[in-house]
């Protein structure tokens, strides 16, 4: 019985690569072109069972449902705003559900995805650290919400995908392999062919992390979750932050620069009393001068957490002011997506 659970236990197909696909096809007699034809359906084509790939015999499709699995993320359930924004609730394989987003402009459509479901972080003031970490998502399951999002980008819009941002739930550094993988096979002609330009990863700000894809030369641009460029202020508000000073995050951004020549974007919520101050812009224009960087100003969303408040609108034009007065590009990110749970901070799996 134990025996025969183990042989029944099937492969999970896309965790094979193109090469492994290729033997498995001579192996079993067949030409290793079949393996290429089939990685497309997986991949290119984002195939949801054996029975779609309709250029390969029946007895094929058949011998390869004996033999693997593929464990397609389904779209759960789906919300759409009333500004266009589109959240999908995707149940994995075993049951968890992660979210994603698609955010369209005039010009573009954004895919907001996901890297662990919940978050190892604790950052105060986002819903999805209230959730703690289940686990990591894999590579397939990173890509499948870009490819779901291209669909409906498609369906809804009319166009292909244009950005990806890793914003969604989880800190994507500390799923570091995984994520790479994912966006390798995202920028892939063999995948969905994006352009790494199109694909930014945010971070909270890992210092070790960023050196490492500085040191792997990853061509995607990288933004920093920084709120506040004073310790003690950034260690209240993302307690994690204690363990990684900012001289340290200002160390590993200069070895980002040095080797990538990226502009870093620096992720930047102006909170009531916590960072709204003189001494908060300054701090922040001086960490600014580091590197070449932007910075967006994202407006708050209300987490039910009484000691975070939008910041008056006046306190955000200082911000401006200022960082424009010293040639620091500023963008004010307006908020999309608010009515269905879906703005930055908001994804705690929850329907609204
Ligand atoms: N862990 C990564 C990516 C996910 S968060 C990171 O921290 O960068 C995506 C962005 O949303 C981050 O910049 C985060 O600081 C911001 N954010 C979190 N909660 C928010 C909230 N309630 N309102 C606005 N932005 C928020």
Same mark, same amino acid.
């Given at each position: 019985m134990g025996l025969n659970s183990r042989m029944d236990k099937?492969?999970?197909?896309?965790?094979?690569?193109k090469t492994q696909l290729r033997d498995f096809f001579i192996e079993n007699g067949d030409k290793a072109f079949r393996g290429n034809q089939v990685y497309e359906w997986l991949w290119a084509k984002s195939a949801h069972s054996f029975e779609d790939m309709t250029n390969i015999s029946k007895e094929t499709r058949q011998m390869l449902e004996n033999h693997f699995v593929i464990n397609h993320i389904e779209v759960d359930y789906m919300q759409r705003s009333s500004d266009g924004t589109v959240k999908n609730a995707l149940r994995l394989h075993d049951g968890l559900i992660v979210e994603s987003v698609l955010i369209p402009t005039k010009s573009r459509t954004t895919a907001c995805v996901s890297s662990q479901v919940g978050c190892s972080l604790d950052c105060k003031f986002c819903a999805t650290a209230q959730l703690k970490k289940m686990r990591n998502l894999n590579p397939d399951e990173i890509y499948d919400q870009v490819a779901a999002i291209n669909k409906e980008s498609l369906l809804y819009y009319n166009h292909k995908l244009s950005n990806i941002v890793? *914003?969604? *739930?989880?800190?994507?550094l500390m799923n570091y392999n995984n994520v790479l993988k994912a966006i390798d096979k995202i920028t892939s002609p063999e995948g969905l062919g994006i352009s790494p330009k199109r694909i930014t990863l945010s971070t909270s700000g890992l210092p070790k992390m960023i050196k490492k894809l500085a040191d792997d030369g990853v061509k995607f641009n990288l933004a920093v979750s920084l709120h506040s460029a004073i310790d003690e202020v950034r260690s209240r508000i993302m307690p994690f932050s204690t363990a990684f000073p900012l001289n340290e995050l200002k160390e590993a951004l200069i070895y980002w620069y040095a080797k990538t020549n990226s502009r870093v974007s620096y992720e930047y919520v102006v909170w009531k009393g916590i960072n709204d101050g003189k001494e908060a812009i300054n701090e922040l224009v001086k960490f600014c001068k580091y590197v070449p960087c932007k910075v967006n100003l994202i407006e708050y969303n209300s987490i039910d957490a009484d000691e975070f408040q939008q910041a008056n609108p006046q306190a955000i034009e200082n911000y401006i002011g200022v960082l424009e007065m010293n040639n620091i590009i500023v963008n004010v990110r307006r908020s999309r997506g608010k009515d269905i749970d879906a703005a930055c901070g908001q994804l705690a799996n929850k329907k609204s």
């Open positions: 099937k492969q999970d197909i896309r965790a094979l690569t890793f *914003m969604g *739930m989880g800190e994507p």
